[in-house]
C-alpha cells in the first residue's frame, strides 16, 4: 500500500482575532478578480463589444450570481431535505456548501440580465466568461486540496495517493489536483488558445459551447477519481450527481456552436 504524507496546511491564511482569512475564500476572491482583469484586456480586441467599464459593471452581476447561485444549486442539488427541515442553515454560509453547477446558471441569469440592461449581445459576453471561468475553477480545486475536503476514492495501490485528515486510513486519490489541473489549467489553454482566432471571436457563442462541453467532460472524467458526496452516495450504474449536473451542459454546450456556426460571423455590436 503506497501513500504520501498530506500536507497539512492550515486552511486558514490569516488570522486576526475573530477575523478569519481562508484559502478557499481567497480562491473565489482571485478567481473573480483575476477573470475581471483578464475581460478587461480582452474587450480591447476586436469585435470589441464591450468596454472596460461595461466588464467593471458586469462584476458586481457576477458577484451575485455566484454566490447565490452556487448557495442555491448546493442546497437543491445536494441536500434539499436537510435545508428544508432547517431553512436557517441556507444563509450558513460560514460552514460550506457551494455548487459549481448552482454558480454557473447564476452566472448565465447574470449575463442575460446583464445583456438585456446594456444591449450588447449575450453570447460575446458568454465567450469573455467562458474564457475566465477556468482561473476560479483552478484555484477552488487548489482550494479544496488545502481544506482537505473532496477527496478521491481509495487507491491503494498509485503512488501518489494520499491519506487525507478527514478521509480515514486508507489513501486516496488527490482528486481535487486532478480537477484543478483538468477544469481549471487544461480548460484554460484549450478555449484561450481558440480565443486567439478572430474569426472564431466573431462567432459568438463557439467558445462558450467548447468551454460548457470541456468542463462537462472533464468533470465527468474526474468523477471517476472523486468520492461522492456521503449524504448521496453513488447513482443508478455506480454514476454521481456531478456526472449527471454535467451532461445538460454538454448538450447545451453543442447547441451553442451549432447556433453560433449557423449564426454567422458579426461585424458590428448586436
Known amino acids: ?23 478557499y475564500a481567497l480562491a ?34 457576477v458577484l451575485a450570481g455566484v454566490i ?12 434539499p431535505g436537510s435545508y428544508l427541515s432547517d431553512p436557517i442553515s441556507i444563509f450558513k454560509t460560514w460552514e460550506g456548501g457551494m455548487s459549481f453547477h448552482g454558480g454557473l446558471l447564476g452566472v448565465i441569469i447574470a449575463i442575460l440580465l446583464f445583456a438585456r440592461h446594456t444591449k450588447v449581445n449575450k453570447w460575446y459576453i458568454g465567450d469573455l466568461v467562458a474564457c475566465s ?7 477552488g480545486r487548489l482550494a479544496n486540496f488545502i481544506n482537505g475536503e473532496l477527496w478521491g476514492r ?3 495501490d498509485v503512488t501518489w495517493a494520499m491519506v487525507f485528515p478527514g478521509g480515514g486510513p486508507q489513501p486516496r486519490h488527490p482528486s481535487q489536483l486532478y480537477e484543478a489541473a483538468l477544469e481549471g489549467l487544461a480548460l484554460f489553454v484549450i478555449v484561450n488558445l481558440l480565443w486567439r482566432n478572430e474569426a472564431i471571436r466573431r462567432r459568438p457563442g463557439l467558445l462558450t459551447g467548447v468551454f460548457l462541453i470541456g468542463y462537462g467532460l472533464f468533470r465527468i472524467f ?21 456526472q449527471w449536473l454535467s451532461l445538460p451542459m454538454i448538450l447545451f ?3 451553442s ?3 453560433a456556426r449557423r449564426a454567422g460571423p458579426i461585424t458590428a455590436a448586436k
Do not use: C
Not at 68 to 79: A, D, I, N, P, S
Not at 222 to 242: H, Q
Open 133 to 139: 471561468v477556468p482561473i476560479g475553477l483552478g484555484l
Open 154 to 156: 481509495v487507491a491503494p
Open 257 to 259: 456552436i451549432w447556433r
Open 68 to 79: 447565490l447561485g452556487g448557495r442555491l444549486g448546493y442546497v437543491m442539488f445536494y441536500k
Open 1 to 23: 500500500m503506497y501513500a504520501i504524507a498530506f500536507p497539512a496546511i492550515d486552511p486558514v491564511l490569516i488570522q486576526i482575532g475573530p477575523i478569519a482569512i481562508r484559502w
Open 222 to 242: 474526474g468523477e471517476l477519481f472523486r468520492e461522492p458526496d456521503t449524504f448521496i452516495d453513488f447513482l443508478p450504474g455506480g454514476t454521481t450527481m456531478g
Open 28 to 61: 473565489y476572491i482571485a478567481g473573480l478578480f483575476g477573470g475581471m482583469v483578464y475581460m478587461r484586456w480582452q474587450v480591447s480586441k476586436a469585435p470589441a463589444l464591450m468596454t472596460k467599464t461595461h466588464v467593471d459593471d458586469f462584476f458586481l452581476w
Open 253 to 255: 454546450g453543442l447547441f
